[in-house]
């Protein structure tokens, strides 16, 4: 079966430092994963995702991540913080191997940059 | 990319009534999808919408409770039917590409659900 944990309900941090919003998936097969970003009274926009090659992937608002198979990670990251990236992230991780286009979420991070 | 417009955008409803959501993309897409979301929360899928045929329900959802349609590539509904109050919450549509150079999804804006 397939599962997303994203250990932390909320990540603070300065504008100006770097963050990370950790996620960690468990899947039998191989992963596509995916980052969404949820503004406030919006819907979800996809941020960024990995499906082969290259472990780091960029992706929008300067957004990267990192695929780690080892660990069975693909954090988020960024390296300067803007208070206007305030929101809810989510982790998404689909199961190449299954045949299915199922996505599965994790539970959410939300980020606050403090001004 | 894809547009996807969602209606209603929110709704109160009384407990026994059923709603029905639209979602309708601007481009054909192989892949359309129903979740459900408490605020601030996880999505939980409760079915793919399949063109010209019966919905692909996850466990836990059923049709007689959330009927889905999809008569064509672009556009679905999701019925929410004999509401309860645990029925409150947001209804996200989803629909996508596959394949792995265009594979992602877009999402409408959801539909706020509440039932009294």
């Known amino acids: 079966a397939q599962s997303v944990a994203q250990p932390e309900d909320q990540v603070n941090v300065a504008e100006g430092n770097p963050l990370t919003v950790k996620c960690t998936y468990s899947?039998?097969?191989?992963?596509?994963l995916f980052w969404y970003v949820q503004y406030p009274n919006r819907g979800l926009q996809f941020l960024l995702k990995y499906i082969t090659g290259d472990n780091l992937v960029k992706g929008s608002y300067g957004f990267e991540a990192e695929f780690n198979k080892s660990q069975t990670s693909f954090h988020l990251k960024k390296p300067s913080a803007l208070v206007s990236d305030s929101a809810l992230y989510f982790c998404?991780?689909?199961?190449?191997?299954?045949?299915?286009?199922?996505?599965?979420f994790g539970t959410g991070t939300r980020l606050k940059v403090l001004a | 990319s894809a547009v996807i417009s969602q209606k209603p955008s929110r709704d109160i409803c009384q407990r026994g009534t059923s709603l029905t959501i639209q979602c309708q993309v601007d481009?054909?897409?192989?892949?359309m999808f129903w979740y459900r979301q408490q605020p601030g929360q996880s999505l939980t899928l409760i079915a793919t919408a399949n063109q010209g045929s019966e919905a692909t329900y996850e466990s836990g959802f059923v049709i007689d409770k959330f009927p889905i349609s999809r008569p064509n590539l672009t556009f679905s509904t999701l019925t929410v039917s004999n509401m309860s109050p645990e029925d409150s919450s947001i209804y996200l549509c989803s629909a996508g590409q596959g394949g792995a150079t265009n594979e992602k999804l877009f999402f409408g804006s959801g539909t706020q659900l509440s039932v009294l």
């Open positions: 899947v039998s097969g191989n992963p596509y």
């Open positions: 998404a991780v689909r199961d190449v191997n299954s045949g299915t286009y199922k996505y599965i």
């Open positions: 481009s054909q897409v192989t892949m």
